[in-house]
């Protein structure tokens, strides 16, 4: 039995928390192309003296380095496709990561017996986070820096708590 399109949503099943993770990326398209442009510039101004004096192999191996850089950098960017999503209602905590190749990885928790665990260091902060519940660990946040991660943390434990008191 399906529902209509128009149901709406039990109020079990309604979003406590929601949020949705992408990893920090500072270098944009634009910012690429120019540090490859400076990058290759600076390539064909080292290669052009040893061209003059003859040693070729050289800026073979300047444009081999600069064509490195390049895919090194393509590959960091195609890295940032990568999300994790947690949503969190009354009656489940769903946690589902994608990666950047968009492989999906789903578990399901129930939120009345599921834990977040937190690994903190003193002088960097959270290290780690990961929803516990009996034998099943899976770390989470772990592309946010110190300072998200415990600020995600603060947040989701309230709501998590939250949706205890509710069912209780």
Not at 157 to 163: I, K, V
């Amino acid at each position: 039995m399906t529902t209509p399109p128009n149901d709406p949503i039990s109020p079990l099943e309604a979003p406590l928390f929601e949020a949705t993770l992408h990893p920090h990326r500072s270098l944009s398209r634009n910012g690429l192309a120019w540090v490859m442009g400076f990058v290759g510039l600076v390539g064909l101004a080292v290669s052009i003296p040893f061209l003059i004096l003859g040693a070729w192999p050289i800026a073979g191996f300047m444009g081999l380095d600069v064509a490195l850089i390049y895919a090194a950098f393509r590959y960091h960017n195609a890295t940032a496709r990568a999300y994790e999503q947690i949503v969190l209602s009354q009656i489940e905590l769903l946690f589902r990561s994608v990666s950047w190749r968009g492989t999906v990885r789903e578990i399901r928790f129930n939120p009345l017996w599921t834990r977040l665990e937190k690994k903190e260091h003193p002088e960097f902060g959270i290290e780690r986070l990961a929803l516990v519940q009996g034998r099943s660990r899976v770390e989470i946040a772990s592309m946010l820096g110190p300072d998200e991660r415990a600020e995600f943390a603060a947040d989701f434990q309230e709501a998590l708590a939250r949706s205890r008191r509710w069912s209780a």
